[in-house]
């Protein structure tokens, strides 16, 4: 079991596989099941995520109404034509958004790694298709190139929110997007760590403060500022960019940032955004009255 | 390494809005369900820290009692959880709790009927995954990610062999197995994870064995 990036880069570069495939057959010798039921089990996810960007681009709204209709609004203004950025990176962002709305609204999503960080990889995936024009099977496998990185981070530092802030959540996710977006237009194993390092550096110290408790307020933005951040680091990987500091000790910051952070900054919906007079008024006009007491 | 497969981390596939605030409250609530065996006639559901904050806007409460009806985590009646287990005239309350846990993600559950009850507290770590720390107030460490017996036992020479003998004899092997009591001599508590689903031929076998008071099942 590679137990770092550095391990698993060293382990696709000897063998001179993929990281995605370094990643199926751990997955084969520890959980003892075949290549194909592995594959089977996550191109059901991958329907789970389509379905989900397809729903969000349709327009839905949240029980709360805090988030809805986004994805719409940027869909809309991509087909004008007249936006500045790019229109592969901007499709990533509205696919994005789409997922975390459908996920606002107590729809089905595949969690990656978690449901508030939902939109990150779906995102930028359905949205590289239509640049990269990959098989179905790379497609599963750019799942399983970022899987693989969030293993890492999962087992070395946090996934979740209440225990590591954002950071842990969409900070992972964007990581993890990244890698897998170098690896699909062809960057070797290790541009897939620095794409995931670059990502996860300029992610770091992103607190969790969601407006009333919901995974809305600023969750589903997030998602949507995650997915941008993984498709410009992977062009930076991609074009020979590396990060100074290794991916596993930016790994590691990310884990001891997170232990620091205090807790009104780790999902309590107690600090930052959440108890700005915006959100106290947004959650007492939610919930009735202002549920958490205010600081 | 607390995460182990690839799908921790691309899945659950889910109902929203939050893994560890609803998938992982849903599966802590489906580890009680099937420890208890049965659909409970009440339960008392206390929230500690980011649980006990957030659980409204997560639905936290909803994903609890949606396992205890035994829905999984892509089950979309969770949505409808509260309404279906009052149409169950299951009486359930929550209790926000003020102390500091041991993770910020902590529920204590306490289920029952007229023939029995029992305690729980599941934590949940993140994307879904969860962990049972405690069970009618002893330690254990249980993902609840694979097929599991818990056997209450008194604490005596040669009773954890006889169980082992009886997994070994039927080909099942044991992943994870933990043992703890309260006391030398007294209620002991073994946890074993395996790899296969147990029948209840076995869980029968392992009940008729000297020294032991309880046998309870966890399917994966």
Redesign the interface.
């Known amino acids: 079991m590679f137990k770092n990036v550095s391990e698993l880069v060293h382990l696709a570069e000897t063998q001179n596989k993929q990281i995605s495939e370094i990643m199926i057959e751990q997955e084969m010798e520890v959980t003892n099941r075949s290549r194909k039921e592995i594959i089977a089990q996550m191109d059901k996810n991958l329907t789970v995520m389509e379905e989900a960007v397809e729903r969000g681009i349709r327009g839905v709204t949240s029980h709360s109404g805090l988030t809805g209709g986004d994805a719409v609004l940027l869909q809309n203004y991509i087909k004008k034509g007249s936006f500045l950025s790019g229109e592969t990176i901007l499709d990533a962002v509205s696919k994005a958004v789409a997922t975390n709305e459908v996920n606002a609204a107590m729809g089905t999503i595949c969690a990656t790694p978690t449901a508030g960080s939902a939109g990150v990889v779906p995102g930028t995936l359905f949205a590289v298709r239509d640049k990269l024009q990959p098989t179905r099977e790379q497609m599963v496998k750019f799942l399983f190139t970022s899987g693989a990185f969030g293993f890492v981070v999962a087992n070395n530092a946090s996934i979740s929110g209440a225990a590591g802030g954002c950071q842990a959540e969409v900070g992972s996710a964007a990581g993890m997007a990244a890698a897998a977006i170098v690896e699909m237009a062809g960057g070797t194993p290790s541009q897939c760590a620095e794409a995931m390092a670059i990502t996860l550096k300029n992610m770091l110290g992103l607190v969790c403060d969601p407006v009333a408790g919901l995974v809305e307020v600023p969750c589903v933005k997030r998602n949507a500022m995650g997915a941008a951040n993984a498709m410009v680091a992977a062009d930076m990987a991609l074009a020979g960019i590396t990060s100074r500091i290794p991916c596993d000790e930016v790994i590691d910051a990310m884990f001891k940032i997170g232990q620091q952070m205090p807790r009104s900054l780790r999902e309590t919906a107690e600090g930052g955004l959440a108890a700005t007079p915006t959100g106290r008024s947004l959650e007492a006009k939610i919930f009735g009255v202002p549920r958490v007491k205010r600081d | 390494?607390?995460?182990?497969?690839?799908?921790?981390?691309?899945?659950?596939?889910?109902?929203?809005?939050?893994?560890?605030?609803?998938?992982g409250a849903a599966r802590i609530g489906r580890v009680a369900r099937s420890l208890f065996g049965r659909e409970p006639k009440w339960a008392k559901i206390s929230l500690y820290?980011?649980f006990a904050?957030?659980?409204?806007?997560?639905?936290t409460d909803v994903a609890i009692v949606g396992g205890l009806l035994d829905f999984d985590t892509?089950d979309?009646r969770i949505?409808k959880a509260l309404e279906i287990a009052k149409e169950h005239n299951i009486q359930y309350e929550f209790i926000e709790e003020s102390a500091v846990a041991e993770?910020?993600?902590t529920a204590r559950i306490i289920i029952g009927d007229e023939n029995g009850e029992l305690e729980l507290v599941g934590i949940?770590?993140?994307?879904?995954k969860i962990e049972i720390t405690e069970l009618n107030g002893f330690h254990l460490k249980l993902s609840g990610h694979h097929p599991a017996i818990l056997v209450v036992h008194n604490d005596r020479f040669g009773v954890i062999a006889s169980v082992s003998n009886i997994l070994g004899s039927h080909e099942i092997n044991i992943g994870h197995m933990e043992v703890s009591r309260k006391e030398i001599g007294k209620m002991a508590l073994m946890t074993i994870e395996v790899?296969q689903n147990i029948n209840e031929s076995i869980i029968e076998e392992i009940s008729k064995l000297p020294n032991i008071t309880q046998v309870a099942r966890v399917v994966d």
């Open positions: 390494m607390k995460y182990k497969s690839v799908f921790d981390i691309i899945g659950p596939v889910m109902i929203g809005p939050s893994s560890s605030h609803t998938a820290e980011s904050k957030t659980y409204r806007g997560h639905g892509d979309k949505i993770h910020p993600n949940s770590i993140g994307g879904g790899d």
